[in-house]
């Protein structure tokens, strides 16, 4: 059974216990190590210069107020208890949101949608029956009738996953180095300094390098090391509450935000940028849902981690509440706090945390730029599955290498947590405001609820996020241009390839050959028939591509059976087998041209050449068995999206999720049991090849017309396929403004270029592989 089928079949039950704890517990090596780290820096980045440590201890019990509080609101309250609920078929992250608008206000960003696409079981799932209130009702309009709105949304959403990948740079470099700077305390300062750097880029290479062994495998040797780690934060935590101030949980009144505000004023302010890391991590907690469940992330995150935190953030408190000399600005920190015989135990388990605690936000990284590229606002890179027995957990060797040089460049340039903090904090709120603002659209349009509850949603946790916005955005000279420098970066790369795209598709919907004009050649389309399957790749979901006409135009033979075939992406994460395929014909039967159309979701994996190309072949004869005369009576009928060109699509399932349909088997294997079955062959020839047969159902009954397709479908597979793909050269048209012309002769030819072919994730054979080069002017 193959990993995809597996993860169908596993959802249609009912998750055991058994399964939600062992994804609990692996969770908390991959979604949880960045937020269990937060203690080792928050204090520190804090009392980094803004405010002081004084011996009324209104700042120390001013700032445990405020970590509480955040903690409580923000991870628990938030995104534990609403925001996970919104899952987009058990996706999460910021694209899972912008998926679940597109589906339900029609805004969507892929240009070759049909509407067809509405009636997958997947994209229907998550639509109420009862109607918009008048006040949804105009929001969906508006949403609908303005384009602008439209790429605002996109572009919403493309902020927060640049900035998610931008925290994925800064978020390993300061756990990491955090962790590290406690060899401060065994060294003179003079020396600590030329250690931690070389010694923080050794773990961090270490760390990328583990990358390729992938989520499953990384997730159950680190959840060990965070069970220990937030064991033993929260135990000396509770030790010093004890030991040191048994009463410090009377700061966790709201009292003594009111009064740390109102001692230290300005610098108060710009120090929440100090607390605010004490959320990194938390947007893990939904970015990683496709990895995990919802149950499982909630239970790992009330049960253990939320305690835990709370215990070791009271402790310190506790501890620094009877300690105001500081000599030194090591000794606001985490390992002050920490007794000291077991300082260097300690700092061992800490770097082991830290890195699992980079590890949780390089995971998600892996998994928004998947998202972005299947939604065609990211280039094209190679995802690489690393786990058979759970879905959607990935490994993208390009990006796990730009991710590590750009880390390294963060830890090897700044040196020091305080401005780092300043950078990760900038990208962590960013991506909390933008899901608070998509939230809100969607408790509207998706959840159907009251625009108060939408209002109140933004107003109540959009203050929170804009107080600490606003205290991270005034230290951009200190370290927070980072994110946005490499926000732009990111943001420019996906705008670039989005419109060159969009203009590609343009080109193609203009210039493509209308199905008359096919029709209008004849049987023989006027040309030479040779034995073979000829599979046209295209984007286009309806027409004939301008290709196809420049290639017979210049060589006027092709194979006995033509596929026009179209693999494209939907807005939903997954699209179940029984509705992969869309196959219909092209002009009457006796011209063997079809047209099918694969779908596939943001998170679904493409097969390889051969399993894809059975599939394949088999639905088509799928198609062809079950076609009678006009009407397909068995199959479900979808009109095509063309103006003259009325064709209609049938749904067909693959072999693997479909036993009592056609199968395809050669000589040497036998097909699967099935109660009545008929065999079809080819007729025997004296040359020594691979011969190949259908095993078909008895019933139905099939015409003397489908069998001879289905004849001519195997002589043509038994001669072999092949692989007709567009090489294009985009360039911006004649008359085009200087700023296009940039976007799409510099930019976009140089993203194509350097990315992967569309069919890459299908492993085409290059020996039987042809290109057609044409230049796109757009």
Same mark, same amino acid.
């Given at each position: 059974?193959?990993?995809?089928?597996?993860?169908?079949?596993?959802?249609?039950?009912?998750?055991?216990?058994?399964?939600?704890?062992?994804?609990?517990?692996?969770?908390?090596?991959?979604?949880?190590?960045?937020?269990?780290?937060?203690?080792?820096?928050?204090?520190?980045?804090?009392?980094?210069?803004?405010?002081?440590?004084?011996?009324?201890?209104?700042?120390?019990?001013?700032?445990?107020?405020?970590?509480?509080?955040?903690?409580?609101?923000?991870?628990?309250?938030?995104?534990?208890?609403?925001?996970?609920?919104?899952?987009?078929?058990?996706?999460?992250?910021?694209?899972?949101?912008?998926?679940?608008?597109?589906?339900?206000?029609?805004?969507?960003?892929?240009?070759?949608?049909?509407?067809?696409?509405?009636?997958?079981?997947?994209?229907?799932?998550?639509?109420?029956?009862?109607?918009?209130?008048?006040?949804?009702?105009?929001?969906?309009?508006?949403?609908?009738?303005?384009?602008?709105?439209?790429?605002?949304?996109?572009?919403?959403?493309?902020?927060?996953?640049?900035?998610?990948?931008?925290?994925?740079?800064?978020?390993?470099?300061?756990?990491?180095?955090?962790?590290?700077?406690?060899?401060?305390?065994?060294?003179?300062?003079?020396?600590?300094?030329?250690?931690?750097?070389?010694?923080?880029?050794?773990?961090?290479?270490?760390?990328?390098?583990?990358?390729?062994?992938?989520?499953?495998?990384?997730?159950?040797?680190?959840?060990?090391?965070?069970?220990?780690?937030?064991?033993?934060?929260?135990?000396?935590?509770?030790?010093?509450?004890?030991?040191?101030?048994?009463?410090?949980?009377?700061?966790?009144?709201?009292?003594?935000?009111?009064?740390?505000?109102?001692?230290?004023?300005?610098?108060?302010?710009?120090?929440?940028?100090?607390?605010?890391?004490?959320?990194?991590?938390?947007?893990?907690?939904?970015?990683?849902?496709?990895?995990?469940?919802?149950?499982?992330?909630?239970?790992?995150?009330?049960?253990?981690?939320?305690?835990?935190?709370?215990?070791?953030?009271?402790?310190?408190?506790?501890?620094?509440?009877?300690?105001?000399?500081?000599?030194?600005?090591?000794?606001?920190?985490?390992?002050?706090?920490?007794?000291?015989?077991?300082?260097?135990?300690?700092?061992?388990?800490?770097?082991?945390?830290?890195?699992?605690?980079?590890?949780?936000?390089?995971?998600?990284?892996?998994?928004?730029?998947?998202?972005?590229?299947?939604?065609?606002?990211?280039?094209?890179?190679?995802?690489?599955?690393?786990?058979?027995?759970?879905?959607?957990?990935?490994?993208?060797?390009?990006?796990?290498?730009?991710?590590?040089?750009?880390?390294?460049?963060?830890?090897?340039?700044?040196?020091?947590?305080?401005?780092?903090?300043?950078?990760?904090?900038?990208?962590?709120?960013?991506?909390?405001?933008?899901?608070?603002?998509?939230?809100?659209?969607?408790?509207?349009?998706?959840?159907?609820?009251?625009?108060?509850?939408?209002?109140?949603?933004?107003?109540?946790?959009?203050?929170?996020?804009?107080?600490?916005?606003?205290?991270?955005?005034?230290?951009?000279?200190?370290?927070?241009?980072?994110?946005?420098?490499?926000? *732009? @970066? +990111?943001?420019? /790369?996906?705008? =670039?390839?989005?419109?060159?795209?969009?203009?590609?598709?343009? &080109?193609? $919907?203009?210039?493509?050959?209308?199905?008359?004009?096919?029709?209008?050649?004849?049987?023989?389309?006027?040309?030479?028939?040779?034995?073979?399957?000829?599979?046209?790749?295209?984007?286009?979901?309806?027409?004939?591509?301008?290709?196809?006409?420049?290639?017979?135009?210049?060589?006027?033979?092709?194979?006995?059976? *033509? @596929? +026009?075939?179209? /693999?494209?992406? =939907?807005?939903?994460?997954?699209?179940?087998?029984?509705?992969? &395929?869309? $196959?219909?014909?092209?002009?009457?039967?006796?011209?063997?041209?079809?047209?099918?159309?694969?779908?596939?979701?943001?998170?679904?994996?493409?097969?390889?050449?051969?399993?894809?190309?059975?599939?394949?072949?088999?639905?088509?004869?799928?198609?062809?068995?079950?076609?009678?005369?006009?009407?397909?009576?068995?199959?479900?009928?979808?009109?095509?999206?063309?103006?003259?060109?009325?064709?209609?699509?049938?749904?067909?399932?693959?072999?693997?999720?479909?036993?009592?349909?056609?199968?395809?088997?050669?000589?040497?294997?036998?097909?699967?049991?099935?109660?009545?079955?008929?065999?079809?062959?080819?007729?025997?020839?004296?040359?020594?090849?691979?011969?190949?047969?259908?095993?078909?159902?008895?019933?139905?009954?099939?015409?003397?017309?489908?069998?001879?397709?289905?004849?001519?479908?195997?002589?043509?597979?038994?001669?072999?396929?092949?692989?007709?793909?567009?090489?294009?050269?985009?360039?911006?048209?004649?008359?085009?403004?200087?700023?296009?012309?940039?976007?799409?002769?510099?930019?976009?030819?140089?993203?194509?270029?350097?990315?992967?072919?569309?069919?890459?994730?299908?492993?085409?054979?290059?020996?039987?592989?042809?290109?057609?080069?044409?230049?796109?002017?757009?």
């Amino acid at each position: 059974m193959d990993l995809e089928t597996a993860f169908h079949q596993n959802h249609l039950k009912k998750q055991s216990w058994k399964t939600i704890l062992t994804l609990a517990y692996q969770s908390l090596g991959v979604v949880y190590g960045d937020l269990s780290t937060s203690p080792l820096y928050v204090f520190k980045s804090t009392f980094a210069g803004d405010i002081e440590h004084s011996e009324t201890n209104e700042e120390i019990f001013g700032a445990l107020s405020f970590i509480f509080w955040t903690l409580t609101l923000v991870p628990l309250l938030k995104y534990v208890f609403i925001v996970l609920k919104a899952d987009d078929n058990g996706e999460g992250g910021t694209f899972a949101l912008y998926s679940l608008l597109c589906r339900h206000a029609r805004v969507s960003s892929l240009p070759n949608c049909q509407l067809a696409d509405e009636e997958l079981s997947t994209y229907r799932k998550e639509i109420p029956t009862l109607p918009l209130s008048s006040f949804g009702s105009r929001l969906k309009s508006t949403l609908e009738k303005y384009r602008v709105l439209q790429r605002f949304l996109l572009v919403l959403a493309l902020v927060g996953a640049c900035m998610v990948i931008g925290d994925g740079v800064l978020t390993p470099a300061l756990s990491v180095f955090s962790a590290v700077s406690g060899v401060e305390l065994a060294m003179a300062k003079e020396h600590h300094k030329y250690v931690e750097v070389p010694v923080a880029c050794i773990i961090l290479i270490a760390l990328f390098a583990l990358q390729h062994y992938g989520t499953h495998r990384v997730g159950f040797l680190f959840a060990p090391v965070v069970i220990l780690w937030l064991l033993c934060i929260s135990a000396i935590g509770l030790y010093n509450i004890i030991h040191w101030n048994p009463h410090i949980y009377q700061a966790l009144s709201p009292v003594y935000m009111y009064r740390f505000l109102r001692k230290t004023q300005t610098g108060g302010w710009k120090s929440l940028g100090g607390i605010l890391l004490c959320i990194t991590g938390s947007e893990a907690m939904f970015a990683d849902l496709g990895h995990f469940s919802q149950l499982s992330i909630q239970i790992a995150f009330t049960s253990f981690v939320y305690p835990s935190l709370i215990l070791a953030y009271m402790g310190q408190a506790a501890y620094l509440s009877q300690h105001h000399v500081i000599e030194n600005d090591y000794q606001i920190g985490f390992y002050i706090s920490v007794p000291k015989n077991l300082r260097v135990p300690v700092l061992l388990i800490a770097i082991l945390a830290a890195v699992v605690g980079s590890q949780a936000i390089i995971t998600g990284t892996f998994s928004i730029i998947k998202q972005c590229s299947s939604l065609g606002c990211f280039p094209r890179v190679k995802i690489v599955h690393t786990s058979s027995k759970f879905h959607g957990q990935i490994y993208i060797p390009e990006i796990n290498w730009i991710l590590m040089l750009l880390c390294l460049a963060v830890t090897i340039g700044f040196r020091d947590t305080k401005r780092m903090g300043n950078a990760s904090g900038l990208a962590v709120i960013t991506v909390m405001l933008v899901t608070t603002c998509l939230m809100s659209l969607v408790i509207v349009l998706c959840w159907q609820q009251s625009v108060f509850l939408a209002i109140a949603f933004v107003v109540f946790f959009g203050t929170i996020e804009a107080l600490y916005f606003s205290a991270s955005l005034i230290k951009f000279l200190e370290g927070a241009w980072v994110p946005i420098a490499l926000s *732009l @970066i +990111f943001m420019l /790369v996906m705008y =670039v390839w989005h419109y060159g795209t969009i203009k590609k598709y343009e &080109f193609d $919907v203009q210039n493509k050959v209308s199905v008359d004009w096919l029709l209008s050649l004849g049987p023989t389309l006027g040309i030479v028939r040779v034995r073979g399957i000829g599979l046209v790749h295209t984007e286009l979901v309806s027409g004939i591509p301008a290709i196809f006409s420049h290639f017979v135009t210049n060589l006027p033979a092709f194979h006995q059976v *033509l @596929i +026009f075939l179209c /693999v494209k992406s =939907v807005p939903v994460p997954h699209v179940s087998h029984e509705e992969r &395929f869309l $196959v219909g014909h092209i002009g009457p039967r006796e011209y063997r041209v079809y047209r099918c159309i694969v779908r596939y979701g943001y998170r679904d994996i493409h097969k390889d050449d051969v399993e894809f190309e059975k599939d394949l072949v088999c639905s088509i004869a799928e198609f062809i068995r079950k076609q009678k005369d006009e009407t397909t009576p068995d199959g479900k009928r979808v009109d095509g999206e063309v103006g003259n060109d009325d064709e209609v699509m049938t749904v067909v399932g693959t072999p693997s999720t479909h036993l009592e349909g056609v199968h395809m088997c050669t000589d040497g294997q036998d097909g699967p049991g099935a109660p009545e079955v008929q065999e079809i062959r080819t007729a025997p020839t004296n040359q020594v090849k691979k011969r190949v047969r259908f095993v078909v159902p008895d019933s139905p009954k099939m015409n003397d017309g489908s069998r001879a397709e289905l004849r001519d479908l195997m002589e043509a597979r038994e001669a072999g396929v092949a692989y007709i793909l567009g090489h294009s050269y985009v360039k911006a048209k004649q008359g085009s403004g200087l700023v296009k012309k940039m976007v799409i002769n510099l930019g976009y030819e140089f993203l194509r270029r350097n990315s992967r072919p569309s069919t890459d994730s299908l492993t085409v054979p290059h020996a039987s592989t042809l290109e057609v080069g044409m230049v796109y002017h757009v």
